[in-house]
C-alpha cells in the first residue's frame, strides 16, 4: 500500500500501531500525514502546491495543498 509506504518513508512505524475503535485503516493513515504535513509546515521544510502564485476560489480562499 502506497500510503504505507509513504509513512514508514516519513520515518513512521505504522505496523506498531493500534487501528482506534470505529475508524478504518485508511483514516489512520490520513491523520499520520496529516500530523507529518503539519510538522513540517511548522518546521519550514514543508512546500506549497502549486509553487507558483497563489489562486482563490470565487470566495478568495487560498487553493493551495500545503505538505
Not at 500510503?3 to 485508511?26: E, M
Amino acid at each position: 500500500q502506497l500510503r504505507h509506504a509513504l509513512l514508514v518513508g516519513a520515518g513512521f512505524h505504522p505496523d506498531t500501531w493500534t487501528k482506534p475503535k470505529g475508524a478504518a485503516w485508511d483514516d489512520v493513515f490520513d491523520a499520520a500525514a496529516l500530523a507529518w504535513s503539519a510538522a513540517r509546515w511548522l518546521g519550514r521544510t514543508g512546500i506549497a502546491l502549486p509553487n507558483t502564485a497563489t489562486k482563490c476560489d470565487a470566495r478568495g480562499l487560498e487553493m493551495t495543498i500545503r505538505a
